[in-house]
């Protein structure tokens, strides 16, 4: 760990997900994994980045007041703000990025992958700041399957080659300036964007990949929040 932090960075959380998929009774963000919501996790952790000095949520409509859903854990300064998010993904940063304040870098993570780790953050915002003239700095994790590129009636096009192909994660760490310019189009790009780095890539940014782990799963189905829950148990007894 560093004794300071070497620049300043806000942490935008996306938790305004549905999770109509997952077939909760609620937003995903707000179901529970090993006891406690999806959100928390996420929240635990990056509280303990040391270079992230605040933490802005985008929440599901009308519940970004309801902050007694999560908090920051015991004893950690950073601070803690929620704002409502929008219809679309990329539209909820877009919110919670007016309501981060000042920062240098700002590193976007979805609520739905809780098994976020402190170093995963530390490399993707250490990948940013080596190379000045990047934009971005994205985890992300090698493609190992064979894929193949379809047209809509199912015949193969052709074989891509995995070995230049990643499934990208997050957390994905962008300048400040960066960032909002490619956030600064209309609703109908917005609503394209499968992840901020695209709209930075359209921009004509640079983004870098930076190693995630096959851990860093994303909970879409009830079968992803079981796995999430063995491999959390996994972690603990490795921990204890």
Do not use: Y
């Not at 960066?178 to 790009?189: G, S």
Request: aromatic share 2%; charged share 25%.
């Amino acid at each position: 760990m560093r004794d300071s932090p070497l620049v300043m960075t806000v942490a935008l959380i996306v938790a305004a997900g549905s999770g109509e998929r997952l077939g909760a009774d609620r937003p995903k963000a707000l179901v529970e994994l090993a006891g406690r919501p999806l959100l928390q996790w996420s929240i635990d952790v990056l509280c303990c980045v040391q270079r992230v000095q605040r933490i802005v949520v985008a929440m599901p409509p009308a519940m970004h007041t309801m902050q007694d859903l999560f908090s920051t854990p015991a004893g950690i300064a950073t601070e803690l703000t929620a704002v409502e998010g929008g219809a679309v993904r990329s539209e909820s940063v877009r919110r919670a990025l007016a309501a981060a304040g000042e920062a240098d870098l700002v590193l976007v993570h979805d609520a739905a992958r809780p098994l976020l780790t402190v170093e995963l953050a530390d490399a993707a915002i250490d990948a940013l700041e080596a190379q000045p003239d990047a934009d971005a700095a994205i985890a992300a994790a090698r493609v190992t399957d064979t894929i193949k590129r379809a047209d809509s009636s199912g015949t193969v096009l052709e074989t891509l080659d995995r070995s230049q192909l990643w499934a990208v994660q997050t957390p994905q760490v962008f300048r400040r300036e960066a960032l909002q310019r490619a956030l600064e189009v209309d609703e109908e790009e917005l609503a394209r964007a499968t992840d901020d780095a695209w709209l930075v890539e359209r921009a004509g940014g640079r983004v870098l990949v930076v190693a995630g782990s096959d851990r860093n799963i994303k909970i879409t189905t009830a079968l992803d929040l079981q796995l999430a829950e063995l491999l959390i148990a996994d972690r603990q007894q490795q921990n204890a």
